[in-house]
């Protein structure tokens, strides 16, 4: 299949009938990046959005290994996680939905740890870093509810106030020094163990069913469709790499290039929620 770039119609029409067809054929796997939900007010690391932010983010060895960092942690994304949890599905999320519900996308793997796809109605949904709406215990493993965690917290710092001077995809929000120094952390009800929310950091490794998985629906897919993704981390890139090694089409709409540009068939450089409101435009409508 001969490489193609597309561009947006005024009226936000796909005017390549390229990625018309192949998402009318059904079969659909999207991967999904930060990209997708910088319109719902949450930033990439690497997008438009990223290029203001030079904050780096916690690693999983120094939050295991330092009481400081966990304090750390835990005072910026109990200030930052507000603005997640608030946070509402866009077009983009609400497209993806609509072509889920017509039997055209069978799959979404996420990179995001935001829920949007979800809220916006997609069910078949892995989340191959975790979501922010989940904690664990690091000794135990038990799971529980963010919320939950967050009226602790605020029960445990009743007096401590913050307000998130900037915030990253993962809710690690901006903060002075003073403010975390001053913040209490919590620990497991059941065990006593330190609490971790239920996502990979980086330096952390994703579980080896969810990548067999993941795998799974790549190799499944009749388009692996990528959306808000510079694919620079290896953990959705290989997904990329594996479509194209089994000869299955890749196509990808992000804002800038990617590291999979080269294994694509389809690129498209546009505002997301635009460009996927009209790719569901121009498809035939379902018979009712």
Not at 241 to 259: E, H
Request: proline share 5%; net charge neutral; aromatic share 4%.
């Amino acid at each position: 299949m001969a490489k193609a770039v597309i561009w947006m119609m005024q009226g936000g029409t796909v005017s390549d009938d390229l990625l018309l067809r192949s998402v009318a054929d059904g079969g659909v796997v999207v991967l999904s990046g930060a990209g997708l939900s910088t319109e719902s007010g949450i930033p990439d690391y690497r997008g438009p959005t990223g290029l203001l932010r030079h904050a780096q983010p916690m690693t999983y060895q120094a939050f295991a290994a330092s009481a400081e960092a966990r304090q750390r942690y835990w005072a910026r994304s109990h200030a930052g996680w507000r603005q997640i949890a608030k946070a509402r599905p866009n077009s983009g999320h609400e497209a993806v939905a609509e072509l889920a519900r017509r039997g055209l996308v069978s799959a979404v793997i996420t990179q995001n740890v935001d829920g949007l796809h979800q809220a916006a109605g997609s069910r078949q949904v892995v989340e191959l870093h975790g979501g922010l709406d989940r904690v664990r215990c690091l000794s135990c493993g038990e799971r529980s509810c963010r919320l939950a965690l967050d009226h602790r917290l605020r029960a445990a710092n009743e007096r401590w106030e913050a307000a998130a001077e900037s915030i990253n995809p993962d809710g690690d929000a901006e903060l002075a020094d003073e403010l975390v120094t001053r913040f209490r952390v919590v620990d497991c009800l059941d065990c006593g163990g330190i609490l971790k929310p239920d996502v990979i950091f980086f330096g952390e490794n994703v579980p080896r069913d969810r990548v067999a998985k993941c795998f799974g629906l790549t190799e499944a897919a009749s388009l692996l469709l990528v959306l808000g993704s510079s694919l620079t981390v290896q953990s959705g890139y290989r997904f990329v790499r594996r479509a194209n090694a089994l000869g299955i089409p890749v196509a990808i709409i992000n804002q800038g290039p990617t590291r999979g540009d080269a294994e694509a068939v389809l690129t498209l450089d546009a505002p997301l929620g635009s460009a996927l409101s009209g790719l569901v435009g121009a498809l035939p409508q379902p018979i009712p």
